[in-house]
T-cell receptor, first 114, second 116 residues
Framework: NAGVMQNPRHLVRRRGQEARLRCSPM?????VYWYRQLPEEGLKFMVY????????ESGMPKERFSAEFPKEGPSILRIQQVVRGDSAAYFC????????????FGPGTRLTVL | AQSVTQLGSHVSVSEGALVLLRCNYS??????LFWYVQYPNQGLQLLLK??????LVKGINGFEAEFKKSETSFHLTKPSAHMSDAAEYFC??????????????FGTGTRLTIIP
């Protein structure tokens, strides 16, 4: 059973470009969480999605960031018009239900904005 | 609301010595508590977790932690440090399912260095 997959593992963008980060949850998992880790900091919650629904986006910046988890395919975290401050590691986690007891983390995508 | 405080952003211990990483939490409802380890440029690996039951929890790589409700603590220990333990360690809290806040709140991390 494959774990949580994230791609790309490393992404380099210039300021003003768009970044798309993908997360494929574990098989049978319909709950996805996105976290951001800024340099020298812990992980901060961004958004929680179930299939086709955003459940909690209280940690998402108000502008330029969006997330989706379609009925088919991976969850996508999209960052428009990236700025240097968006440089961070973005992790997703998946679970079969709402409980953190069953969340598994992916390896992360490291975004570098030049 | 929930929060996590990790005392000491950097901890150094000699190889073979006791490892003690401190974590205090706050939560308005019964918490779930976790310790994760992160090696450079890698993802998070679960070391151990407390949900219910026995308050002394044993994890992988010889680590253990004790949930002390009266002290709101969940300190991580290992009797004898190994060079391979050098990494960043994160304590995390979440609320039990049903309270509507099942996401993790992480501490800022403790970087553990092992001195040969």
């Amino acid at each position: 059973n494959a774990g949580v997959m994230q791609n790309p593992r490393h992404l380099v963008r210039r300021r003003g470009q768009e970044a798309r980060l993908r997360c494929s949850p574990m098989k049978g998992h319909s709950h996805v969480y996105w976290y951001r880790q800024l340099p020298e900091e812990g992980l901060k919650f961004m958004v929680y999605l179930q299939k086709e629904n955003i459940i909690d986006e209280s940690g998402m910046p108000k502008e330029r960031f969006s997330a989706e988890f379609p009925k088919e395919g991976p969850s996508i975290l999209r960052i428009q018009q990236v700025v240097r401050g968006d440089s961070a590691a973005y992790f997703c986690a998946s679970s079969p239900d709402r409980s953190t007891d069953t969340q598994y983390f992916g390896p992360g995508t490291r975004l570098t904005v030049l | 609301a929930q929060s996590v405080t990790q005392l000491g952003s950097h901890v150094s211990v000699s190889e073979g010595a006791l490892v003690l990483l401190r974590c205090n939490y706050s939560s308005s409802v019964p918490p779930y508590l976790f310790w994760y380890v992160q090696y450079p440029n890698q993802g998070l690996q679960l070391l151990l977790k407390y949900t219910t039951g026995a308050t002394l929890v044993k994890g992988i790589n010889g680590f253990e932690a004790e949930f002390k409700k009266s002290e709101t603590s969940f300190h991580l220990t290992k009797p004898s440090a190994h060079m391979s333990d050098a990494a960043e360690y994160f304590c995390a809290v979440s609320q039990t399912i049903g309270f509507g806040n099942e996401k993790f709140t992480f501490g800022t991390g403790t970087r553990l260095t092992i001195i040969p």
